[in-house]
């Protein structure tokens, strides 16, 4: 099955910096790669997602970027702010209907104002 | 995007007792849904897949009779936990899958916080 790897597991930036979130995941087949982010005792909300037949996709300040070569795929966030801060949790998949995401085990990022 | 609920959003229950929680889905219809769960600080763990109609499809370790999952509609799934145990507390989320929508997208609920005393 899928494995997928998360790092890091806890980040902590300056308030308007950037911050960078890299997973890595084990399942050539995969095509799906969305990233979540929670908040303390709620649901994950989908923030931004990229399929295998992209490299790259923006959405306003955050990014994802996805190498199918060497298997990995990062999130970009610019600007941060304190509202940022949060879990952020990836995930993979193969697209073929009734299969569940694998979960990276995810990354609290702190925003420092 | 579509909406999932889940009843209740927290529950607390005597160690033996048997929880329902249910997942809906409120403006679409899911043939599948997925039932996760997540301790404290960690990811999420997908426990089942339920289909409807079918029986529903287990991961390595989670015991099927301990974790009852029916799916009588395409947009109910129940997750019963019975005799649950202190070492059940978790955070049980279901999802969805919009089987109209774009691909891959999943819908969380959100969530049912269960303590068992």
């Known amino acids: 099955g899928e494995n997928v790897e998360q790092h890091p597991s806890t980040l902590s930036v300056q308030e308007g910096d950037s911050a960078v979130i890299k997973c890595t995941y084990s399942d050539s087949a995969s095509n799906y790669f969305p990233w979540y982010k929670q908040e303390l005792g709620k649901r994950p909300q989908l923030i931004i997602d990229?399929?295998?037949?992209?490299g790259e996709k923006k959405d306003q300040r955050i990014a994802v970027t996805l190498n199918k070569t060497a298997k990995h795929f990062s999130l970009h966030i610019t600007e941060t702010q304190p509202e940022d801060s949060a879990v952020y949790f990836c995930?993979?998949?193969?697209?073929?209907?009734?299969?569940?995401?694998?979960f990276g085990s995810g990354t609290r990022l702190q925003v420092q104002p | 995007g579509a909406v999932v609920s889940q009843h209740p959003s927290r529950v607390i229950c005597k160690s033996g007792t048997s929880v329902k929680i249910e997942c809906r889905s409120l403006?679409?219809?899911?043939?599948?849904m997925f039932w996760y769960r997540q301790f404290p600080k960690q990811s999420l763990m997908l426990m089942a897949t339920?289909?409807?109609?079918?029986?529903?499809?287990?991961e390595q370790g989670v015991e099927k009779d301990k974790f009852l999952i029916n799916h009588a509609s395409l947009t109910l799934s129940t997750l019963t936990v019975t005799s649950a145990h202190p070492e059940d507390s978790s955070f049980y989320i279901c999802s969805a899958r919009d089987q109209t929508g774009s691909e891959g997208e999943q819908f969380f609920g959100p969530g049912t916080r269960l303590t068992v005393l």
């Open positions: 995930a993979a998949k193969r697209d073929t209907g009734r299969r569940a995401l694998t």
């Open positions: 339920s289909n409807e109609g079918s029986k529903a499809t287990y």
């Open positions: 403006d679409f219809q899911a043939t599948t």
């Open positions: 990229i399929r295998s037949n992209v």
